[in-house]
Every structure is written in structure tokens, then in C-alpha cells.
């Protein structure tokens, strides 16, 4: 939103130091952000008053003139098109290397072999208005040399405001609003708006036919009509102060109705009077049809609220009015509409219809319905200045339902001043209140705070509320800074965000992988190919493309994706992911309170991912990772298993894919990408993904016991090598666990060896184990040993029909 | 016998001294210590004799050898110090490569702020990433119809509720676990909440439709306006050095009241203004104020009897600021180039 400094000045008197940059700062520590600041007497640099000596026709061009211009320190020749141009004017010439509001840079240029070495100015060239005719011609007294906005008395400075930072003060939508806050922060006085209305409206005869179908919709509708309206040019004053904050004036009515909504921040609308008779505020009906005022048609639907003539809609609430029933040249009576529109629909029907104007945001931002007088009554008040004739000649038709009236606000002194940590004087809360139009009691230290109406419209509600007006204005710069007491209790440390740092630096520290953190979201292109149906997955409802359309379910698919993006610039991948899948079953995390309505169950996962060019044998590297962080975070107690699923995933390698357990737990698994897959995927390499439930993992470390040193034996052990020849389906895990618990006094199984097929046989392989017997309270006999060992591979040869290979 | 083993010796050892060269060198490794080399000839001559000679001459000759041989080690390495002695000899080349491992640097940045938090008795905290309607706006003040619930701002999941509305969403903010922790845990409480948080934007170098958030609250007893700014400044001088200087403004945020934002010395420039900082001198980086009342009560919290204060900032944010980081689109991309780099 733009601001004009003069315009402040209207309502506020600041002290003489005071400097459009100070008060740009201080809005900005105390109010709102102001984002710029602009000086008009620097608006057009290069373009400067100018005399034109002499016009010819040019040689090579029948519309263009050859001219010179004296712009005092040199005469220019200037190729112009304008009709208009003629010997004798000062006019506007933009010199070379002048940008222009259109963005047009001045150049020397050759126009039809005449080089032009400058440009004479239209009105719209200086976004001055619409004219392009011809050349903007200057008055007799424009001094020759000066700069063109020196001429305009142009000296005004314009703040630019951020929008975002009004989004909850409606009461910031109009100068007065603003002027009312520099008169908090300068302490100086602030007119009274009220000197400035019509102080009272001598009523017409004629009752204006107001129906409000909707008063939810439609809290206030105040309809007045004028007569002796002469439509005209606006005097040069209106059109100075509409074109400073970049409003573009269109005629005195319109830029009447502008000007008081830029003073109060209200919206107002005029009718012509001739085609309005009557006029019913209600909800569109379903493809209904509205010329707007800028000559768009839009078709209306239920939810959008209109202003009709009691048949076809007039004007869109709120948000613009109709082309056909607005104010032209012949009009000579108006029908002033000062309404209070509801917000939520006037947002919502804006966007819909795809239209933002400076009513429409006015309005979503909850307007004061009182505003809806104040603006009509100033409105009256100019209009009687700029169009002497004018008359009302109706009654005033004020149709109202609203309820503003609120109770006092109670806080005490003590109570601001715990909640600033410092104590702020008595005196400045009850200035800084009154500054702001609150009226208040102090009751021996308590206040009884009432909140004026534009601002109970919207943002002030809680003496919370109260303390920020108060706060802001004394300045958080102002206020001390205190580390705060407490008591010292060790924080309450969660398991699962321990386990995955310590995941973290392991991963990244013993293993050397790299940690890679992917989207939430996968595309349901790359879940098809490999071969996961997207119908169990959730899915956003307004996903930003079909690259991003489903919740993820594994991080398989996304850490193949890195695969993908990465395999031509390395020949070897090693990352880790710590991230949430989303499933669509009830989790743990509760909805709205309601214990039995959960949201979607979100497990954390670790993701490892190993690929390379040529194929490394990963699979048994992605083994060892899962091992030694089992080691790391089990120490000693428990062994992981590798368990051939029953059901496999779609991508990866029936072969090479194991389940992984512990404790009889199931936590995840180890896959090989499948060919397939890979080729359908697009990768150029072998890839292994192990994916582990951190649920599960933090389960089982909460009941993992300390492992327990052991001393080693002061006896030695004594060592055997065994292999065995087994059918090739046979698992080294049956094998090892049998040899493992056969006798007590077998206290490592260490396989060494594996030989597959050969003079074995095609069904038959060959595991080979270090076996290490060692007891705790002897030294150990070779015959003992060899006697366990004989009923060994007796047992096994019974039970897996296991034969001992002679080496 | 005897004698023909001392003059071997002797002429060995004569013609060792005489070597200068790496080639004499080899010379003389060939001459007597070759396959058909002098010694070789000398222990060839063992399986001629027989029986205690044989052993005698054996043990003689194999203990000269393994002198000798001793002997021409050292000269060996006096002369050329071992094998290989020009790859070893430049110390300037690089050592083994070994592999190692990466953190995210929004990992490594998060553990900073979470550190410094545990070290002043907060709880780190955690919430879900896919969120209700409920917790991350409405417990939060934020109407039903306020413009941040916009179809274009959240990605909503599609799944509706018996009143035929969305309300399953991906958390916009951090935020979202106020409300959930000041529900399991009471007041008092401290606690940040670092996390992962989406809005639905159109992804450029500037914009990133999923990033990381970090917040943090404390609640308890007449916690006030200056315990926020002491925090507010100790994140500063966390993140950019002893130096930083905090500035607060008002900042409409509908979760705190007052609300403010928190701007810190430009780190790079140290006020004076550069390219980071927009000339500004200044680093909007905070979003805090007091915990609205409304908030407090949605959180079982009597606003009346305790009070508390919320900090906010955008991790990725901070990330990108510290390591310079010119895409947005980086930190999710998983591309190694970048991720090796941290």
C-alpha cells in the first residue's frame, strides 16, 4: 500500500524534525514495515521543461517531424510522431539516458536515418494518465532547463507499505489510520476526524427502496442520493493526492469515492442513479452474469454476495461494480453505496472470481461498521466542496444488524508489567491507550480498558492484546533483556531422537555412508515402475505436479531415485536416510483430542543404500553394515538373523533379499534391485537398499540388557577346523545355530570357507567353520574335544544329512 | 674344507666393499648370490659329501650364508635404502584415500541449535509431519477461513472427514507441536521442536515446498517479554559470534500476542550492509512473541497462572545463510556433489 507523507500531515502535527525517513523507521519499529520510500521531486530524473524552436517534416517519413528543442544548456534535435507538436511549446523532453515508468530508456537512436537524440513526452509516457493524443504541452510559466516534477509541484514522499504486515489491521487501510499511530509514537496531537464531516445531512424527500436479504452477509448498508452531480475532470488537488499513492483518476465522482477510502479505509460505490431504482443486497443464483467495471464478464455462482436492482445483479459486494449501472459523463444523480461486507466471503468470492481490487482487500481484512457514516459523511463534505450544485435528495437508507458493543477490558498495571519485565510508567500506558482512541479507568492500579470500535472490528479483543499496543509503543528495543529463573531438573530426553542420533554418528562416522534427506513424497510414475500399486498409498489432494503425488510408504523408492540423479557423476553411492514413512491405518498421534480418532500412522525408518557400477558383492557390505550396528547399539546380546522372506518386494531380487530379525523381531530387510527393475527404473547401477523400522529397533533397546563383561578363560581354547558338505539349499544359519548350541563347550562358530558345485556335485556346497572349544574351569583334552566333535558330526549327519569334506 | 669357506668369505666381502653403484649392486648380488651364483655353487657341493662332513660342511656353510647375506643387506641398504625408493621418497604425495561419511548439514546445523537448547534443560521434541487441521491451525488461533489455510499454501491429503472437508494436512510449521507438547507434558515447560515442514509453492532456487523449521517455548510463572528478547539473543550469538546485535519489531502471528520479529546483525557484514543482507545491515531471521492465551488453554495450560513465550526460525534457512548455499532446492536433492561437501 502506498502512503503520501503530505496526506499524514493532513491529520497529524509532527514536530519540524521530523523527516519522512524517521517516520518510515518508526513505523517500522512500532507499527508496520516499511518496505520503501519514494521522493516525487525524483520521479522522471532526465526529464526536464524544454522549448521546441522548430518543427520540419521529416525527409524520410511522412508522420514524423524533425524538431529542435532547447532544453536551455543545448538545442536537441528530436525525431517526434505527435500531431500536436509545434513551434513555441515547452513541453515535457526525457533526455538521454532517462528510464521513464514504463521502463523505457532514453537513447541516441536513428530514426529513418534522422538521429534523435532525446524524446518528447505524452502523458501516458510519464504515467500520467491515458493520454496518448500527443504530447503533454506545459503551461506558459514552465521555466525552460527545470526538472518536469518541479514544474508539477510535485513534493511529495511516498512510503510503500508492506501489505502483510495490515493483514490483521483493518484500521491501517486508510491514512487517518496510520496518522492516529505516528500520533502515538511522536506524542503530537491528531485532528479529529470528526471536524472533517458533513456535520449534519439535511435529508430529501425520497425513500431510497433498500432491501438486505443477507444480514450476516451484509452487516451495514448505507445508500444516499445526490442530484445536481456535474461528472467531471477532478480538481488538480484530488488528482495530485489519487496519482501519489498510484491510484489512476477516472472522474470527480469515482476519485471522490477513492479518495475517502484511501483517507478512511472504507470502500465506497456509486450507482447512476438513472438506472438504478432499487436495489436488493443478496446471493447470486447460479450462473448468473456481471459486466464488471473494467469490462470483464464474469458468471456469479451461490456463495458470491450482490448488489441487484431487485432483478439482475448491479455490482459484485464488495469487490467491483457493474459496467452498466456505473457513473459516466451523462450522469447527473448518484446513489452512494457505504456498506460493511462480511470478510471471509468477500475474500473467498475475490479470488474465485479472480479479481483483487483496493475494495476487496479492504473488506477481508473485517472493516469497523461504523466507518460505513464516517466515510459517507466525509464523502458529502468534499463533494459539496468540488461540485457546489450537488443536493441530497433522498433520505438516508441505512439498513443495519451489528452488535459492537463490548464489555471493558480489566488488567492491571502490575500484570504489564510482569508480562514486559520492567516496569513502564503509569502515565505512558494510559497515553499510548488514549493515543489510540481506547478509553480508560484506572481503578488504584487496574484499568478498565474500553476498545474502540475499529479496533474491536478486528484485532483487539484480550488485555493480551492491550499489552502489545503497549509494548510496541514503548519499544521491544526499549524493553531489558533477562535470562529467565528455573529450576534444575534434567530435560525429559525422547528414545526415538537419541536412537537416531546415535544412528546418525554412527552411520556417518564408523560406516562412512553419507546422509541424504529426501521428500515426504514420491511420484506415482516411479512407484509404477517398480511395480508398487499406488491405491494403499495416500495421496495429496493438491499435489504441486505428478512428481510429488503420493505419501511415501518406503524410502526405497526415493533413495533409488538418488541412485538415478548421481550414477553419472560417481561409480559408488553409500547413504543413509532417517525419515517418516505415511500409511493410511491409525497411528499414535491423536486427531483433535479425541483418543479414538488418530491420524495416519507415520513409522520412522532407516534407509541404507549401497550402489556401484560394477558389482562389489554389496549385498554381503550392506549385510556387514546391518551387523555391526546391530553390534554397535546390542553390543554382545543378541545376533541379527537373516530370514528368506515368504512375500517379496516387487523390485527387488528373489534370490537376493532377506529379511532381518532379532530377538525374534522382525525389523526390516536387505534387498539386491532386481534387472528388471533397475532397467524399467533407469539405472546404470547395482544397487542394494536395507530398510529398519526405528520403532522397532527403539523397542528392542529398551528391554536390551547391559551386556555384561566376561572375563576371558584363563584356559585355552582349542581350535578345529570342520566342513561339511550340505544340499545346496541348505542355510548356513540352520547349520551354525545347530553346531552353536550342541554342547556348551563350543564357544565360537566362525565360518571360513564356502565352495559351491565342482567334484561336489551340482546340489551340494561346502561350509566351512573355525570351531573353538574352550571350558572355563580346565584346560580342555584332545580326546575330549575329539569326542564331542565325532557326536557332532554325527548329529548333523542325521539331521541335515551333512557329510564331513576331507580337505 | 675349512679353508675354502674362509676365502670364500674373504673374496665376498672384498668384492662388497668395492661396490659403489646400485648396478655393482647387482653385479654383485648376481655373481654370488644368483641361482648359479658363487654361493649357490658352494651349497650345491653339501650333497657330495656324506655323513658327519656332509653335516658339518652344512651347518658352515648355512650360517656363512645367512651372514653374508646379512651382510649384503646392509650394504644394499646403505646403497638404495629399499625397493620402490622413488614412489616413497616424495612425502608431498597423497595418502590412502579412505571413504568417509556425511552428516546433512541441515543435521549438522539442527544438532548445533538442539545442543546449545539441552545445555539450558530444554526437552528436544518431535511431531507428526502429517498433521490434523486441528493442531496446526486451529489450536493455533488461526481461523477456519484465514488466508494461510488456502488450498495453495498446504498441501492437504486427500482423504475427508464426515463433514466432507479436508482435514489432514502436511504440517506448515513446527508449531503444530505446541499444542501436543503443552498437552503431554504441562507446564512448566522447555522445549524445542525441530522439524521438517512443507508448503505448497512452486519449487526455484528461492523456494522449497519442503523444508525445516525450528521451535522453541518455554512456559512456566510470569515468563515475560524479556526472557523472550535474553533467548532471542542467545540464538543470535549461537549462530553469528558474541558480536550480534537483536532487533525486534511487531509481527502479526496469531499463536503469540504480543508478537514480534527478530532480526540480527548481518553476520557477513556486521551491519554495514552487503549482499546477504539485502544492504539492510539486518537478517530477519526470528518470528516470537508471548503464547496467546488461546494457545495455553487449547494446551490444558491456565493462561492466568502461567505464561510462556514461542520462538520460530526456518532451519533451512539458516543453513543456506551459513554455508552460502544459493539453491533452495539443494538440501533435498540428494545429490552427492553437494552432500560430500559438508
Known sequence: MLISYDWLNDFIKLPKTATPEEVASKFTKHTVEVEGLKKQDSQWPGVIVAKVLAVEPHPNADRLRVTQVDIKSEVLTIVCGAPNVAAGQLVAVATLGAVLPNGLEIKESSLRGVVSRGMICAEDELGLGDNHEGIMVLNKNAKIGEPLAKYLKLTDVVLEIDNKSLSNRSDLWGHYGLARELGVIYEAPLKDYSELLEPEIIEGEESLNVKVEDTRLCQRYLALAFGGVEVAESPQWLKDRLQAVGVRPINNIVDLTNYVMLETGQPLHAFDRALVDKITIRLAKKKEQLVLLDGQEKELDEEMLVITDGEQPIAVAGVMGGKDSGVSLTTNEIILEAANFEAVSIRKTAAKLGVRTEASMRFEKSLDPNLAEIALRRFYSLLKQIVPGVKVISKISDQRKFNLSVEPVSLSLDWINERAGQEIPATKVVSILERLGFSLTNDNGVLSVLIPSWRAAKDVRLKEDILEEILRFWGYDNLPSLAPMASLIPPIRLADLDLERKLEDFLSGSLNLTEVQNYSFVSHHHLKKLGLGESAYLKLANPLSDQYDYLRQNLAVNLLNNVRTNQFNFSRLAFFEIGRVYFDTPGIFDKAGDDNDRLPYQQKRLGLLLASKEDLDNFSVVKGWVESLFENLFGKNWEPEFVVPEDLSSYGDPSQTVRVRLNDRDLGMITVISASAAKEFGLKMKAVVAELSLVEIEALLAVCPVHKYQAPSKYPAVERDLAFVVSGGMLYNDLRKEIKKFNPLITAVELFDTYQGGQLGEDKKSLAFHLSYQAEDRTLRSEEVEEIQKELVKYLEEKFSAQIRNF | ?342
Not at chain 2, 488461533?141 to 494436512?169: C, I, W
Not at chain 2, 532480526?263 to 537478517?283: D, H, I, Q
Request: some cysteine; aromatic content about 10%.
Open chain 2, 1 to 342: 674344507m675349512k679353508e675354502q669357506l674362509i676365502n670364500f668369505e674373504k673374496t665376498f666381502l672384498v668384492a662388497l666393499e668395492l661396490v659403489k653403484t646400485s648396478k655393482e649392486l647387482d653385479d654383485f648380488e648376481h655373481r654370488f648370490l644368483s641361482r648359479k651364483g658363487e654361493l649357490a655353487e658352494l651349497m650345491g657341493q653339501i650333497k657330495n659329501l656324506e655323513g658327519e662332513t656332509r653335516k658339518e660342511f652344512g651347518a658352515a656353510v648355512n650360517k656363512l650364508k645367512s651372514e653374508l647375506t646379512l651382510k649384503f643387506k646392509e650394504a644394499q641398504s646403505k646403497l638404495s635404502p629399499v625397493k620402490n625408493e622413488n614412489l616413497i621418497s616424495d612425502l608431498t604425495l597423497p595418502g590412502k584415500k579412505v571413504d568417509v561419511g556425511h552428516l546433512h548439514p541441515l543435521t549438522l546445523v539442527r544438532r548445533e541449535i538442539e545442543d546449545l537448547f539441552t545445555s539450558l534443560g530444554f526437552m528436544i521434541l518431535d511431531g507428526p509431519e502429517l498433521e490434523s487441521d486441528y493442531y496446526n491451525f486451529e489450536a493455533l488461533n488461526v481461523s477456519k477461513h484465514h488466508p494461510a489455510r488456502d488450498m495453495q499454501d498446504t498441501f492437504y491429503v486427500d482423504k475427508k472427514n464426515e463433514d466432507g472437508d479436508y482435514d489432514l494436512l502436511m504440517r506448515t510449521q513446527t508449531s503444530n507441536a505446541q499444542v501436543r507438547a503443552l498437552k503431554k507434558y504441562g507446564a512448566p515447560l522447555k522445549a524445542i521442536i525441530p522439524g521438517r515442514t512443507f508448503r505448497n509453492e512452486a519449487t526455484d532456487a528461492r523456494h522449497e515446498h519442503t523444508f525445516y523449521q525450528l521451535e522453541g517455548l518455554m512456559v512456566g510463572e510470569n515468563i515475560n517479554f524479556a526472557h523472550l528478547k535474553s533467548f532471542c539473543e542467545i540464538v543470535g550469538k549461537k549462530l553469528y559470534g558474541p558480536n550480534t546485535k537483536l532487533r525486534m519489531r511487531p509481527k502479526f502471528y496469531p499463536f503469540v500476542e504480543p508478537g514480534s520479529n527478530g532480526e540480527y546483525t548481518c553476520f557477513l557484514c556486521a551491519g554495514k550492509g552487503c549482499r546477504v543482507c539485502k544492504g539492510s545491515g539486518w537478517l530477519e531471521i526470528l518470528g516470537c512473541g508471548l503464547i496467546h492465551p488461546d494457545v495455553l488453554r487449547a494446551g490444558g495450560v491456565d493462561p492466568e497462572k502461567y505464561s510462556g513465550f514461542a520462538f520460530g526460525f526456518g532451519l533451512s534457512r539458516l543453513v543456506m545463510l551459513k554455508y552460502g548455499i544459493d539453491d533452495a532446492r539443494l538440501l533435498m536433492s540428494g545429490d552427492k556433489r553437494f552432500l560430500e561437501q559438508f
